[in-house]
């Protein structure tokens, strides 16, 4: 059991029997009065969000998860399927998946996410490199600055085709490197 100041933003913890992921913590109070801390949290099995406030002294339960490594397979409506290194296949809801679903890619790597033995969410390398499938021309002149212009990337998923901010020189077939935790352009991949 830990006290609420000592839980951090990404802990998950329970709340009611119930596991939550804290997403954003603000602490307000003072020393003398004592300190209070609003979480906005969200639920791990249902994905619905919660905020609460709890005194700094309230103690939580921090669970630790499960992480396997597995591989995108393929989309069983309305369910994503993985497998790890034993064929043994996984299905995850599209709402848990969260930003994961712009980067999934046939035979993708990744680890998947369990708590009580089912698979709840996955989680995806820091940086993967992906083809640009489709990005409009540079604009002669418009090289001042930092100009950015969007670029659609390749993923298993039409309907999610996914856009990055990219630089003026990168075009259409490049391969990029791009930061999944920011969603942003790292560098461009050369062969």
């Known amino acids: 059991m830990k006290p609420a100041k000592e839980i951090r933003v990404g802990n998950i913890i329970m709340v009611d029997s119930k596991p939550f992921i ?5 602490v307000n109070g003072s020393s003398r009065t004592g300190f209070t801390y609003k979480w906005k949290m969200k639920n791990l099995l249902t994905n619905s969000p919660l905020e609460n406030v709890f005194r700094g ?3 939580f339960d921090v669970v630790v998860l499960d992480k396997k ?3 995108y397979s393929y989309f069983a409506d309305p369910l994503y399927v993985f497998m790890d290194a034993d064929y043994e296949q996984y299905e995850i809801e599209e709402e848990n ?3 994961a679903l712009n980067y999934l890619k046939d035979g993708m790597e990744c680890e998947a996410v369990f708590y009580d033995g089912k698979a709840i969410s996955v989680e995806l390398p820091t940086t993967i490199q992906r083809q640009i499938v489709y990005s409009e021309p540079a604009v002669k002149g418009n090289t001042s600055g930092n100009v950015l212009k969007e670029a659609r990337i390749e993923n298993a998923i039409e309907s999610k085709q996914f856009t990055v901010q990219v ?11 791009i930061d999944t ?3 942003e352009y790292k560098k461009i991949v050369r062969n």
């Open 22 to 26: 804290v997403l954003r913590s603000d």
């Open 181 to 183: 935790r920011t969603n």
């Open 57 to 59: 002294d309230d103690k």
């Open 69 to 71: 490594p597995v591989t």
């Open 97 to 99: 998946l969260g930003d």
């Open 167 to 177: 630089p003026l020189f990168v075009s259409q077939d490049d391969v990029i490197e």
